[in-house]
């Protein structure tokens, strides 16, 4: 087992494009996680699956923001039309749903929209 | 709405010094609180992870406690080495179905030679 894997490590859009992230969970973890991390701050929630199911999105999330999680393996989260303020790193983490609940997370995807 | 406070955001200690750091949140309805290090620029590694009916937890140089009732956890490092210098970050996972979790915005610490 490899730990939780994000892709890309990096990424630089012009804003309004579109952009998707990838997270690769640990295989035996059902649930996964989405925060989102800015410079001198704590990470931030944004959404969280068990499985394929959504359980649960931040309020502070946009419609500009959507996640899936298709047959409970990977997920994706992908920002619409980008503004500035969406820079930030963005944290994937994975859990297992019954124990400890203790999170591993990935390396994380860093965004800079310009 | 739980609040997590980390408190200095910034500390700087000799080497070989003990040391302390702080993390308060304001619901003491948590599933478990787990302690994390952030190197700059990277992902966070997990250190310790205590249970709501626990007190402690130990593993190495580090010692995690939670006081619930007083909604304060400290993180002890023994022995401190240049190495230690990173960000560390407090989590306070809710106690219903355990799935989100509220972070602080951790304590920077770096360790002298």
């Known amino acids: 087992d490899t730990g939780v894997s994000q892709n890309p490590r990096h990424k630089i859009t012009k804003r309004g494009q579109n952009v998707t992230f990838r997270c690769d969970p640990i295989?035996?973890?059902?649930?996964l996680y989405w925060y989102r991390q800015t410079l001198g701050q704590g990470p931030e929630f944004l959404t969280y699956?068990?499985?394929?199911?959504?359980?649960?999105k931040s309020r502070l999330l946009s419609d500009r923001f959507s996640a899936e999680r298709p047959k409970g393996s990977f997920s994706t989260l992908e920002i619409q039309r980008t503004e500035q303020g969406d820079s930030a790193m963005y944290l994937c983490?994975?859990?297992?749903?019954?124990?400890?609940?203790?999170?591993?997370f990935g390396s994380g995807t860093r965004l800079t929209v310009v | 709405k739980q609040e997590v406070t980390q408190i200095p955001a910034a500390l700087s200690v000799p080497e070989g010094e003990n040391l302390v750091l702080n993390c308060s949140f304001t619901?003491?309805?948590?599933?478990?609180l787990q302690w994390f290090r952030q190197d700059p620029g990277k992902g966070l590694t997990s250190l310790l992870l205590?249970?709501?009916?626990?007190r402690e937890q130990t593993s190495g140089r580090l010692n995690a406690s939670l006081d619930k009732s007083s909604g304060r956890s400290t993180l002890y490092i023994a022995a401190s080495q240049p190495g230690d210098s990173a960000t560390y970050l407090c989590?306070?996972?809710?106690?219903?179905?355990?799935?989100?979790?509220?972070f602080g915005d951790g304590t920077t610490l770096t360790v002298k030679p």
């Open positions: 983490a994975s859990s297992i749903s019954t124990g400890l609940y203790g999170y591993t």
């Open positions: 989590a306070v996972t809710r106690g219903t179905n355990a799935g989100k979790s509220t």
């Open positions: 699956f068990q499985n394929e199911a959504q359980l649960e």
């Open positions: 205590i249970q709501s009916s626990q």
């Open positions: 295989s035996e973890h059902n649930r």
């Open positions: 619901d003491s309805a948590i599933y478990n």
